[in-house]
Each structure stands twice: as structure tokens, then as C-alpha cells.
């Protein structure tokens, strides 16, 4: 009888010893997966941390090249009036490292048009943190009005961060189009004008045309002078053939004028502010 007992509590010990083990290894098996859970979350949060400060070291550099092309720009400056093709000059040394701009005639500092210029900056040398910029300047047409020329600024700036020695690097890019109207300041063009005399029952009617080019920016009127020995009228509208006042061919009809030589002159706003007008004397009749 009591060899048996003996057998049972050796038996029973042996079941709970089995038990507490499998016990063990589950909770060992939980704090490893919290632990690795744990490490990756704050992997994540750190790698998160060092792309945002790349993404910041990036937009630094679209940052610098935007003010010294807004500032940059030299006394004399035509076309777009750009200032990024004078960074190099602009810029202190120090904060614009290995700075570029190709020796070519796009790069003019002041008919800035098609060129490339780049550079690289140290924000910090512990924890690492750097930028590197190319800046493209090309010239692009409107595809609705190839008259429109626009100045197109690509910048390319990439941005890295070494958070701690031995951690990865890690690099952050962003790429801005910057556009300037070209032709802004351009005054508006006439073509095709021309005015026809016609033979009526009760006198003269005159029939004025011209195609108006505003270069994109809007026509705000189109009159016509027309004045002979006994006659002057100053304001003669001239209405667009499509009826939307933007580029394309005006026209007006004046009826029952005297016999007479009759001159016209027409002038032409645009609606930037302020308007630009442009006036053609002396058009041609046919």
C-alpha cells in the first residue's frame, strides 16, 4: 500500500513539474514577443524621428534657393529676372558648399534661361546632417498660347541624417516646380488690322478688324480712334468675334459717315494690374 502512494506522489510531481515548465517557456515566449515588439517600435519611432529631420534638411535647401533667387537678382537682369544663376556669388562659402553654376550662356547671371546649378550644405556635423541642391532653370510655352512663355525653376534638394554613430543614414528628397511668366511684362500685340470702307445708301460705314494677342493674361478693352478733317471719335469699341474678351480677332462697324479721308488708330489693355496697353497708329485700309 504504500509502495503505490509512493508511485502516485512521484507521478504527480513529475505531471507539475512538466506543467510549470510549459508554464515557463509561455511566459518567456510572451516577454520575448513584447520585447521584440517593443525594440521594433522604437525602431520605428526613431526611424521616423531621423526621416522627418531628413524631410526638414531637404526643405532647407528648397528654401535656401528660392531666397537668393528671389534676392539674388543683379541690377540689369532680363527675361525672368532670376536670381539662382548668381547664387554662387550671393551665397557665403561656408553655407554653400561646392557651389556650381556651368560657364555657359544660359547661365548668364543676367539672362538666367537654361541652366543648372548645384550645392551642398552641412547643417551639423554630430549628429550629421547635410543637404545637396540642384536647381534647373529651362524655358516651357503655354500649350494653349505658344506666345506664353513661362521661366520654370526644378528644384531638386536631398536631404540625410545620421541620427547616431553606426545608425543608417537616412535621405529625404523633395522636388518644387517654381514658374515666372515670362512675358508678365510684355505689351499686348496687334496683328491683321486693317479697316474697310463701304458705300452705303445713307453714307460711309467703316468695318475695323485686328487680332489681339495678350499673351494669356486677358484683354481688358480694344478701341479704335477714328478721326478725319470733320470727324473724331475716340472711343470706338471693338468687340471679340468668340464674344469672351481674351486673344482672337476684334471687330467694329461705324455707319453713316460723310465722304471723307478717314485715319484709325487702335489700342489695346490687357488685365494685368496695372494694365499695359499698346496703341498701332495709322491702320491700313483695304
Not at 554630430?126 to 500649350?143: F, G, H, L, M, N
Not at 517654381?178 to 488690322?193: G, M, R, S
Amino acid at each position: 500500500m504504500n509502495f503505490q502512494l509512493s508511485i502516485f506522489n512521484s507521478s504527480e510531481k513529475g505531471v507539475s513539474l512538466i506543467i510549470t515548465f510549459f508554464i515557463l517557456v509561455i511566459i518567456l515566449a510572451v516577454v520575448l514577443s513584447i520585447s521584440i515588439i517593443l525594440y521594433s517600435e522604437i525602431k520605428i519611432i526613431r526611424n521616423i524621428g531621423d526621416s522627418v529631420v531628413a524631410f526638414y534638411a531637404a526643405d532647407s535647401g528648397v528654401e535656401k534657393t528660392l531666397y537668393y533667387d528671389r534676392k539674388a537678382v543683379p541690377e540689369g537682369a532680363t527675361g525672368s529676372k532670376r536670381g539662382v544663376c548668381n547664387l554662387c556669388n550671393a551665397c557665403p562659402s561656408d553655407e554653400c558648399l561646392n557651389c556650381v553654376v556651368p560657364d555657359t550662356d544660359g547661365c548668364d547671371i543676367k539672362n538666367c534661361e537654361d541652366c543648372a546649378i548645384t550645392f551642398n550644405t552641412i547643417l551639423a556635423d554630430s549628429p550629421k546632417k547635410t543637404y545637396s541642391v540642384k536647381a534647373v532653370v529651362s524655358q516651357i510655352t503655354s500649350p494653349i498660347n505658344p506666345s506664353v512663355k513661362f521661366s520654370n525653376l526644378r528644384i531638386y534638394s536631398k536631404g540625410s541624417y545620421t541620427g547616431v554613430v553606426g545608425a543608417n543614414e537616412v535621405k529625404r528628397a523633395i522636388q518644387l516646380d517654381v514658374q515666372k511668366d515670362e512675358t508678365k511684362n510684355t505689351l499686348p500685340d496687334i496683328n491683321n488690322a486693317f479697316i474697310n470702307f463701304k458705300t452705303q445708301e445713307f453714307g460711309y460705314d467703316i468695318f475695323i478688324s485686328a487680332d489681339i494677342n495678350a499673351h494669356g493674361h486677358g484683354v481688358k478693352s480694344v478701341t479704335a480712334h477714328i478721326y478725319s478733317s470733320n470727324y473724331d471719335n475716340p472711343n470706338v469699341p471693338l468687340l471679340p468675334v468668340s464674344g469672351i474678351f481674351s486673344d482672337g480677332t476684334y471687330t467694329a462697324t461705324v455707319s453713316g459717315l460723310d465722304a471723307g479721308i478717314y485715319s484709325a488708330d487702335i489700342t489695346v489693355c490687357d488685365k494685368n494690374i496695372p494694365s499695359k496697353c499698346y496703341t498701332q497708329t495709322n491702320i491700313p485700309g483695304i
